[in-house]
T-cell receptor, first 118, second 116 residues
Framework: GAGVSQSPSNKVTEKGKDVELRCDPI?????LYWYRQRLGQGLEFLIY????????KSGLPSDRFSAERTGGSVSTLTIQRTQQEDSAVYLC????????????????FGPGTRLTVL | AQKVTQAQTEISVVEKEDVTLDCVYE???????LFWYKQPPSGELVFLIR??????QNEISGRYSWNFQKSTSSFNFTITASQVVDSAVYFC?????????????FGTGTRLTVIP
């Protein structure tokens, strides 16, 4: 079946511009996550959506970052007034159930969006 | 404090050698999950295994095997008879159930290079 998809695959922008990154999770997955991976480093949690609950925004690095999940499916991560330190690969993942719960909580990742801020 | 430590930053082995990737974790939860992911050069993370804290049985899947030891808080991953296609960055991750954290805590990864 279809996996997690993300668009665009690459985004080059100028410092100060806003960007929107899109994620389509696996159909039927209730949980959706955004992570950031800087070059040569591990994954840094950004935000988590679970069903209709309020999102866990504890990983967002600043108020320039925000995310929405519409209709419990597609999610958009928005970065306003981009800075050079925002350059990274942004990864989206989804899971059947939430990370902190029992059951099928393994996360399946999309291919990522590589963001370059000039 | 780092919840997941992968002390080996890079490992190189010659094809057909066995290799073990170390993972040490830290948690106060009594119920938690451990994961391994593979990130090949293409960049997409591939799920390999999930293990819950109550199941210490070692698991084997083809050339892959995992050794979970609660006494040492370790969840090591062994590749037997390595192949060039195994070259990738491997991440160990932890999911907690009692702290309220909703994310996976990832280690910094181990880059494995298999030399033909």
């Amino acid at each position: 079946g279809a996996g997690v998809s993300q668009s665009p695959s690459n985004k080059v922008t100028e410092k100060g511009k806003d960007v929107e990154l899109r994620c389509d999770p696996i159909s039927g997955h209730t949980a959706l996550y955004w992570y950031r991976q800087r070059l040569g480093q591990g994954l840094e949690f950004l935000i988590y959506f679970q069903g209709n609950s309020a999102p866990d925004k504890s990983g967002l690095p600043s108020d320039r970052f925000s995310a929405e999940r519409t209709g419990g499916s597609v999610s958009t991560l928005t970065i306003q007034r981009t800075q050079q330190e925002d350059s990274a690969v942004y990864l989206c993942a989804s899971s059947l159930v939430g990370a902190g719960t029992s059951g099928r909580n393994e996360q399946f990742f999309g291919p990522g969006t590589r963001l370059t801020v000039l | 404090a780092q919840k997941v430590t992968q002390a080996q930053t890079e490992i190189s082995v010659v094809e057909k050698e066995d290799v073990t990737l170390d993972c040490v974790y830290e948690t106060r939860d009594t119920t938690y999950y451990l994961f391994w992911y593979k990130q090949p050069p293409s960049g997409e993370l591939v799920f390999l295994i999930r293990r819950n804290s109550f199941d210490e049985q070692n698991e084997i899947s083809g050339r892959y095997s995992w050794n979970f030891q609660k006494s040492t808080s370790s969840f090591n991953f062994t590749i037997t008879a390595s192949q060039v296609v195994d070259s990738a960055v491997y991440f160990c991750a932890l999911s907690e159930t009692q702290t309220g954290a909703n994310n996976l805590f990832f280690g910094t990864g181990t880059r494995l290079t298999v030399i033909p």
